[in-house]
């Protein structure tokens, strides 16, 4: 079946540092990748996607890029800022279904 | 509303009695799912609706848990004889069909006692 493994936390790390935050997916066929993130307080929301091999998501500083060969997304921000403090989840959709990974919480210090 | 809206947004029960979750989605979307977040858990996948199709409900846990969906748009999740295991927060999604893209509610945090 599906699944996404994802960087066990709790992160901390510094303003302005750089953040990686792994991910590794096993799936049939050829899934699009997400990652969501969820703020303290709020609903899961949309981080950013890519539907096919080598493409690349990005959204407010973070990136993340398909690679097929190594079955990863890893998450990527060259400078976190404090307002980055919040828990994130990899994604994969497969047979309509999207499947989560457990979630990493990131806690940027200031 | 613009997004999807759950309530009640919190819930205490005691063990044993059942509950009801709601669900409105955003207007227009036609696939709906529930998953279930638990402490230092990953969200776990319930159930999904798309249109008129027969729900997927592979991830239901027991014959306890139970969603519909009606006239396409609001969406129930009823757990009967709950049991302190079902203590998580139920989050509802929904999405058009074929984006991938899930536009979560804040969730429902039930806690049974």
């Known amino acids: 079946g599906n699944s996404v493994t994802q960087m066990e936390g709790p992160v901390t790390l510094s303003e302005e540092a750089f953040l990686t935050i792994n991910c590794t997916y096993t799936a049939t066929g050829y899934p699009s990748l997400f990652w969501y993130v969820q703020y303290p307080g709020e609903g899961l929301q949309l981080l950013l996607k890519?539907?096919?091999?080598?493409d690349k998501g990005s959204n407010k500083g973070f990136e993340a890029t398909y690679r097929k060969e190594t079955t990863s997304f890893h998450l990527e921000k060259g400078s976190v800022q404090v307002s980055d403090s919040a828990v994130y989840f990899c994604a994969l959709t497969a047979a309509r279904q999207l499947t989560f990974g457990s979630g990493t919480q990131l806690t940027v210090l200031p | 509303g613009a997004g999807v809206s759950q309530s009640p947004s919190n819930k205490v029960t005691e063990k044993g009695k059942d509950v009801e979750l709601r669900c409105d989605p955003i207007?227009?979307?036609?696939?709906l799912y529930w998953y279930r977040q638990s402490l230092g858990q990953g969200l776990e996948f319930l159930i999904y609706f798309q249109g008129n199709s027969a729900p997927d409900k592979s991830g239901l846990p027991s014959d306890r848990f139970s969603a519909e969906r009606t006239g396409g748009s609001v969406s129930t999740l009823t757990i009967q004889r709950t049991q302190q295991e079902d203590s998580a927060v139920y989050l509802c999604?929904?999405?058009?069909?074929?984006?991938?893209?899930?536009?979560f509610g804040e969730g429902s945090r039930l806690t049974v006692l």
């Open positions: 890519a539907t096919k091999a080598d």
């Open positions: 999604a929904s999405s058009t069909e074929g984006t991938g893209e899930l536009f």
């Open positions: 207007s227009g979307h036609t696939a």
